[in-house]
């Protein structure tokens, strides 16, 4: 497995409370710079890191923090990436000002999340000030929706009209984790993939959360397992390369990125007793299902 991209959620706290955040926008961790300033200290000199993309909660709360991180980034000879919901668009000037500092640092694309969920807090106009000001910068931008059964996205797709042939819509299925599996029913989900044959796709992106936390992806679902690797605030010694090394050398991630789900479906249903439904949303619902807290516990005793 080639990782080339790491994700670092510098806060999980956000301004909004969308019905399908995967996260837990209501909480109020910050990423500790220093710590994972020195746990990065080696960035610049590993060759297979090419991209950082800066993710939350919602991290434009604290616009200076995410100046700062891109300065870094950058210094690192990296690309960097980042994801807000756009609340910072609500005056052209100053979306304006936001863009072209950012495009000024380094910052090498902008990804907005937005769907009908996100449109109950944040308007519309935010959004297209956000377009106008990186068309005016030239900064590359896109947009994630995430999408469940029953969707009603026509209205704000088609305020955004003008923008479509320049921008990407990215359609994701809402994972049932987090506030999501809190506010809607399990039928709501898109799940379309049977149990068998399922193989990890989360290719070439690691994860550091603001709690510390290195996981092995940057799936939501992966917080709902026991696959993490490291904590940056525990391990005084830790850097990205011993982090790589350790994801690298984990035989579990390396069968199921290899090999698939099958083997661990089938220990899970004949020897362990673990009843698993027939459809997920993706593999990582069913890598949530097999490794959460109790459950990875039974596997450890059984593959060991
Ligand atoms: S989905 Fe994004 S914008 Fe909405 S509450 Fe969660 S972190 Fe905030
Ligand atoms: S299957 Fe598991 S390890 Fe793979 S990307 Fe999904 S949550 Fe991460």
């Keep these: 497995m080639h990782y080339d991209t790491l994700a670092i959620s510098l806060n999980s706290n956000c301004n909004a409370n969308c019905k399908i955040c995967c996260g837990m926008p209501k909480s109020n961790q910050v990423l500790n710079d220093d710590i994972a300033f020195h746990f990065l200290r080696g960035l610049k000199y590993n060759s297979d890191i090419k991209r950082i993309c800066l993710t939350g909660g919602e991290i434009f709360l604290d616009i200076n923090k995410v100046y700062k991180w891109i300065k870094f980034i950058n210094e690192s000879n990296k690309k960097a990436y980042c994801v807000s919901n756009g609340f910072w668009g609500y005056d052209i000037k100053e979306a304006n000002q936001i863009v072209k500092n950012l495009k000024q640092l380094g910052l090498n694309q902008l990804t907005l999340s937005y769907d009908e969920y996100h449109n109950e807090f944040i308007s519309i106009e935010c959004i297209i000030n956000i377009l106008e000001a990186c068309k005016r910068q030239k900064l590359p931008v896109s947009i994630q929706t995430v999408i469940l059964n029953k969707n009603n996205n026509k209205k704000w797709i088609n305020d955004l009209v003008s923008y479509l042939p320049d921008i990407n819509i990215l359609f994701f299925p809402c994972y049932q984790v987090g506030n999501a599996s809190k506010n809607f029913s399990s039928d709501m989900f898109i799940k379309s993939r ?5 193989l990890c796709e989360k290719s070439g992106t690691f994860m550091i959360e603001a709690d510390g936390t290195v996981w092995p992806c940057c799936s939501p679902y992966i917080n709902e397992t026991e696959l993490n690797i490291d904590n940056i605030y525990l391990s005084q010694n830790a850097n990205i390369d011993s982090a790589l090394k350790k994801i690298r050398d984990n035989k579990l991630l390396y069968c199921l990125r290899n090999f698939g789900f099958d083997y661990f479906v089938d220990l899970a249903e004949n020897k362990l007793d673990i009843e698993l439904p ?25 593959i060991n």
């Excluded at 049977?194 to 399922?198: A, I, R």
């Design 194 to 198: 049977d149990k068998k044959g399922l």
């Design 278 to 302: 027939k459809k997920f949303v993706s593999s990582c619902e069913l890598c949530a299902y097999l490794f959460s807290k109790i459950n990875f516990k039974r596997f450890n005793r059984l």
